[in-house]
Structure formats: C-alpha cells, structure tokens
C-alpha cells in the first residue's frame, strides 16, 4: 500500500501508525517530487526561528527572497571558456531544449572591496 492511499487532507493515521511517530505533518501543495521546492523549503526551515524572532538573531545574514537567485535553473560554473562547447554538446545530446545565458564576465575579475596591495611591508632579507 502506498502511503498516498493512506494519508491524506481530511483522515489521520491509525493509532497503531500515528503513535510511534512524532511531530509528523503533511503539507499538502508542497510536491516531493519537486527537488527545489523541497531544498527551498529546508533553508527556510534552517532559519526560520531566527527570522521570526524566537532566538537571537544571526549577525551579517542576507535577506531572505522566497526564491533563489537563480531560481529553478541549473547553473554550471567552469573554469575557462572551454566549458562552453561542451555545455552545448551535452544539451544537443539529451535533447533538452534549453539555451545558454551567460550570466558572468568571461574572465575572472576581483571585486573592488578586494585589497589588490599586500598589507604585509617588506622587510631585510626577504626578497621580493
């Protein structure tokens, strides 16, 4: 029997199912079968009670957006342009019909908060 056949909205569990249980809850409109869903659902579930206030809050912690930046798409990072062909190659061969959308700039570029000069001062004897 599958547990669907068993569980839904409006019945509970047998005593003989519930009782060993605890704490078990069915959150109908949310799909299993949906892994983002569910992974979205978990980080929310991480920082809930901080975010309503029932513990103390988590210094320097982002604003939460129900969705994530890049949503429901998958996102493939490499480390040099030769990522691409092969991007398209392994889209052309599963038959998916997605495109490619370059989101980044084609080179790695440090961000401007980053120091670009060693705090560290030279000193005798060690070259530089």
């Known amino acids: 029997m599958r547990a669907r056949e068993f569980i839904t909205e409006d019945t509970m ?16 409109g949310v799909q299993s079968s949906d892994p983002y869903q569910i992974y979205r659902l978990g980080v929310a579930m991480a920082r809930a009670r901080s975010d309503a206030g029932t513990v103390d809050p988590i210094p320097f912690m982002p604003e939460w957006t129900p969705k994530a930046a890049f949503g429901e798409e ?13 991007i398209d190659q392994a889209l052309k061969m599963s038959g998916l019909p997605a495109k490619k959308v370059q989101i980044s700039t084609p080179n790695s570029l440090e961000p401007a908060s980053v120091l670009k000069q060693s705090p560290v001062k030279a000193f005798a004897g060690y070259p530089r």
């Open 13 to 28: 569990l047998p005593p003989e199912q519930a009782d060993p249980m605890n704490h078990v809850f069915v959150l109908p």
């Open 74 to 86: 998958a996102v493939i990072g490499g480390f040099n342009a030769t990522v691409e062909p092969v």
